[in-house]
């Protein structure tokens, strides 16, 4: 039996640890299909062409969360050094290169930004609660700002969102 995969994120790669760890499935009979140059979108970064990094989701492994992530990772045995995991690698790593961050988020100028809050309201929480737990027939045709009030897009939260949405849509000739 094989198994197939398409794309190549982090999830996948966890499916197919599991299919070798639980069910005995041979590396061998699994097929990764991938169609980006960088394999998933948790874990990557990059240069833009127009200069600036895009991190999608850099994660910091500690030991007091991700309970499941730490139990595969001690599954897998290291490729560098045997008799270790990658958890135990992984470990060793925060330990000899320890966190230091001195900024959560910096604006489009690189100049460190003040998150103690994100200048929500009660009201600017509850709609996108609302917001995030709407079903997709619920959604229909709505528009973003049906959902959410003027405050939320004044708020630091939003601030981060706009070059985003600003960036022009790529469309095929």
């Not at 100049?111 to 959604?139: C, N, P, Q, Y």
Request: proline letters at 5%.
């Amino acid at each position: 039996m094989k198994a197939y995969f398409i794309g190549g994120g982090i999830g996948l790669l966890a499916g197919a640890a599991f299919l070798v760890r639980d069910a005995q499935l041979p590396g061998r009979d699994i097929v990764i299909c991938e169609a980006q140059p960088l394999v998933g979108g948790s874990l990557d970064g990059a240069q833009l062409a127009n200069g600036a990094y895009s991190l999608r989701g850099g994660r910091m492994l500690t030991t007091d969360h991700y309970e499941c992530t730490w139990d595969l990772l001690s599954s897998i045995p290291s490729l560098e050094h045997p008799g270790l995991s990658v958890r135990d690698e992984t470990i060793a790593f925060n330990v000899e290169n320890p966190a230091h961050s001195r900024a959560r988020l910096v604006d489009r100028n690189r100049f460190k930004v003040d998150v103690s809050h994100m200048g929500f309201s009660a009201r600017d929480r509850l709609e996108l609660l609302r917001l995030t737990e709407a079903s997709e027939e619920t959604l229909g045709n709505s528009r973003i700002t049906d959902w959410l009030s003027p405050g939320f897009f004044e708020s630091n939260f939003q601030e981060f969102r706009q070059p985003r949405l600003r960036q022009p849509v790529r469309r095929n000739p």
